[in-house]
């Protein structure tokens, strides 16, 4: 049986590219670049084209990119770090309701310590209101972090006049584009962000390393101490192959970011075509015209989303109910809820579909006829 | 080639590298996630945990995965003293520790926390007398390594865990990064509570580590976010990483058992061989310490001269501890050991692994002479 990959939401293949670059720096150049010797500089100095082709990437400086071990830890420094270095100037956080639990968890960690959230609700398409933004944006608030687009539903948020608003305002920017970064085209001046998260494994990258980029004017505490890598301000021995597989990543995913957009976005019309043409019920979630083009996240009412995957599964089709991360637990996701309530039907019958690398109009057409097909079984019709 | 700095990370083994392709290509899924490809990667994740623990002799729900040793040692230290920070606020380390104890001890100074640094005497090692007069009512945390990454030196661990068996709420912490598949260590024996291992370390990858958490005891985690690692370490599972980390370790121990006796040869014949160079001063002590680490001094020559020197003949040893490496700092654990400051100063590590020769010996000993005399004639 042929199986169709529909979940590089949740992580992605690398691409052969990316493993190429990567063994010589297991196998030859394994140096550990704080070493002074050859092996120690060469490491080093893949390190710095690596920061390089990351910070053009995103309009930024190469002093401003701090590699991490994964998008979950650069959000964690983000927020901690800000939080901590920025108490003096006031205690209150913005964010919204339906961020990443890397984010979300953060925020209910620095609450303990002391700090005020505010997580902002979004309407039925997901998205934030700027209104109950600047209403929720005080003197004292020191962060603002609004994910750029939603891994569950790929909404967009208004990133753009949010970095308006906030120009003349003392509260740091960040967003988490783990999921929009490789597909949406993102300058952080153009944008004003100060922080922006980046995991690798969501672009064909490895696991295991990502990026923090933090303005220059930004003040950070630390979240690991130890070694003087980073600037200081992430200590470890770096991941060199991982570093250098992420900027080949990022440089695949640069060339070929539009063509990748539109065929996404061309495999989601086609996907809803043949639900429509198959006349199944169905609702899209999110907003189809401001979201991120390679997820989709579809209700089908009068289903049931666990038998959907696991009849999804046995039929070769890898789907999801929302992040990889909630997958794992049967509560309902905390986006559809704040997207729909508690009650609604749709927190539970709903399917993520996510596009990426490999993926065919074949597959997505073969895709999309199981679905129908499950669907029927499952609501007898 | 002669690679004589396998402390600061070793080279990965090939059997490594192909777990770790294979892995990243064919089974690339997210553990997390449902279907059959998040379901294999997922059994690959617990199959690594539960080989780990057998390997430790300990269990599969004490093995949590980190992003490498410095991640490992800051979420053992601050974890301890967030979570137990109403029980007390003392701390008791050593003044030798690599830097990813002591600057996050350092930072929980600055939170209010009182951090004890015991003294080692002028062979690197700490005493169990002043540990036991160190511990008070309010100690939380005893954090002390197990091999030294400088000069070697094995700490008595399990003396310690005796010592704190008399202590049950004391949480007793061992960075044994450089111990691993050198210097046994047992566990549960030790008392240890909490370990942290590092597989870059022992011919695995960088990006993954290893945090030992006895069963029962509880920390405050460092990255929160998705739950994965029992809710106390978020971010998805570097699960390529950990596999070739799990047969790194594999390899490693069985290697110790082959090959122990002739690594611990290999050193002796080292220490011979440099003690009859008239300008250097051996800085490892010749008892109890780990068999792939010699550290000595140059009679105050300047060491970053020398590994250049040597590198140039593709002989390639290290300063210090490679972190602190680039700054032209003298060594920490040879000045807590009494040192003075032209000694601790001019300090050479070299660091074995299993692979080095007998015969590699007397090359790089002509080179380290010739390169010495050079330096004298500069300085000169
Ligand atoms: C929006 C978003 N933020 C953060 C993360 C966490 O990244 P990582 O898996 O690299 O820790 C994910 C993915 O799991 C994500 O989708
Ligand atoms: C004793 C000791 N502890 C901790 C570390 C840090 O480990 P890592 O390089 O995996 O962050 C090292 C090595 O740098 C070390 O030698």
Redesign the interface.
Known sequence: MERIYLDHAATSPMHPDVVETMVPFMTEIFGNPSSIHFFGRQSRHAIDVARETVAKSIGAKENEIIFTSGGTEADNLALVGVAMANRQKGKHIITTAIEHHAVLHTCHYLEKQGFEVTYLPVDERGKISLEDFQRALRDDTILVSIMFGNNEVGVLQPIKEIGQMLKEHQAFFHTDAVQAYGLIPIDVNELHIDLLSVSAHKINGPKGVGFLYARETVKLIPRLYGGEQERKRRAGTENVAGIVGMAKAVEIARQTMNEKASMYRSFKEKMLGIFEQEGIPYIVNGDENNSLPHVLNVAFPGTNVESMLVNLDLAGIAASSGSACTAGSIDPSHVLVAMFGKESERIRSSVRFSFGLGNTEEQIEKAAYETVKIVRRLTNK | MI?L?NS?????F?EV?DS??TV??KY???P???????RQAERLLQQSREQIARLLHVKPNEIIFT?????A??MAIKGIALQYKNRGKHIITTAIE????S??C??LEELGFDVSYLPVNEKGFITIDDLMKTIRDDTILVSVMHVNNEVGSIQPIKEIGQLLKNYPKIVFHVDNVQGVSKVPLHLYEGRVDLCTM?A?KFHG????GILYIREGIKLSP???????EMKVR????????IVAMTKALRMSLEMYEEKIHHLMKVKEAWIEQLSAIPDIQLNTPIDHSAPHIINFSLNGLKS?VF??E??KHNI????TS??????KAPSKTLIAMGAEPKRAESAVRISLSFKNTIEEIPIAIDVMKNAIKKLQEVTR
Do not use: W
């Not at chain 2, 992003?67 to 991640?71: A, K, L, N, P, R």
């Open positions: 690679y700095d600061a990370t070793t080279k990965p090939p590298i770790f392709v990243a290509t690339f899924g997210n997390s996630s449902l279907h059959e490809l998040g992003s490498g040793g410095t991640e040692n800051n690599h830097p990813s104890v600057e996050p350092k930072q590092s870059h990858l960088r990006g993954a460092l990255l929160a976010g998705g739950e994965q978020s971010g998805t599972e570097n699960v390529a990483a970053e590994v250049h040597l590198a390639f040893v290290s300063t490679a972190c602190s490496s680039k700054k």
